[in-house]
């Protein structure tokens, strides 16, 4: 049984239940109060509110799915603290034991943007990066069209977040850690999902956006096709086995973008969205993510 960590609203996690039925056990982090658990060192037990069960000796994989997007509300921080211990080590029980799919919540804390452009760049080209603080090494960024970017996709205490934004280098703020990043004149972004050994390339064209960034234009209508199939080259597809082998992950998300006729590498999305690429299922991704989670 797949034990799945989640939150109560969580779109992506619906269509795994509806996939996977009795077959998973779905963990919301939000509503942790609801269940009945017991953890000692050599066995664990959960129970839901409707009695459905899984333990130590029933769960054969474990994914963790955004849980900690969602917040326990009016709790008291302690509260919330231990809660997401609990959930952390029960997660990482499962890692120990080999059952973990994808990737830990907290992949990016531990290997972050320049380490995996680092490793991009062995099999992709990459844009001119810099993270600067007092505008420590701006020069190498000089006189190359620049946009600013956001390492962790974290909110202002407004609510506001920073997509990718054209800047001048002389309206920069020295006491601000920026993330910058040579900007790309491209036709189309491109996106790589990959899961187990399967890769899904998915292509958008820019022609239609008002600015930079396709998230902030996302539509979310599940009846406006916004992403086509890409056909990979042979080179492209082995590119993408080797980055992630080197990586370490079978698993996530690639954002790349077209130019001329290369793509040139973004970022890495350990835990990215996918379901917007295929609200049809006219490819099976669901599917094809639920096969790999419970492969039996």
Request: hydrophobic residues 40%; glycine residues 6%.
């Amino acid at each position: 049984m797949l034990l799945l960590f989640t939150g109560s609203l969580d779109g992506t996690s619906d269509r795994l239940i509806q996939e996977l039925g009795t077959n998973v056990f779905r963990f919301n982090y939000d509503l942790f109060k609801e269940y009945r658990f017991q953890f000692t060192p050599d066995y664990w037990e959960i129970s839901n509110p409707v009695g459905h069960n899984i333990n130590s000796n029933t769960v054969t994989s474990a994914f963790w799915w955004k849980a900690f997007s969602f917040y326990l509300m009016d709790e008291e921080p302690f509260i919330v603290e231990e809660a997401k211990y609990v959930c952390r080590e029960l997660y990482h029980w499962c890692r120990l034991k080999g059952l973990a799919k994808g990737n830990p919540h907290d992949f990016h804390n531990h290997m972050g943007k320049m380490n995996i452009l680092n490793i991009a760049s062995n099999y992709f080209k990459i844009p001119h990066t810099l993270i600067t603080l007092g505008l420590g090494g701006l020069e190498k960024l000089e006189n190359k069209p620049t946009v600013a970017k956001s390492l962790t996709s974290g909110l202002t205490t407004t609510n506001k977040a920073l997509f990718t934004t054209e800047v001048k280098a002389e309206t920069l703020h020295p006491e601000f850690q920026w993330f910058l990043q040579e900007k790309i004149t491209s036709d189309a972004d491109v996106t790589i999902f990959i899961c187990g050994d399967k890769q899904f390339a998915f292509y958008r064209s820019r022609g239609d956006l008002e600015g930079l960034d396709w998230r902030k234009e996302q539509t979310f209508d599940m009846n406006k096709k916004e992403w086509f199939l890409f056909d990979l080259t042979e080179k492209q597809s082995t590119s993408i086995v080797n980055f992630a082998n080197d990586l370490g992950v079978d698993f996530g998300r690639l954002d790349l973008m077209t130019l001329n006729d290369d793509l040139i590498f973004l970022e890495f999305n350990a835990n990215g969205q996918w379901v917007f690429l295929d609200y049809s299922e006219e490819i099976g991704l669901v599917k094809m993510v639920a096969k790999y989670l419970l492969p039996n």
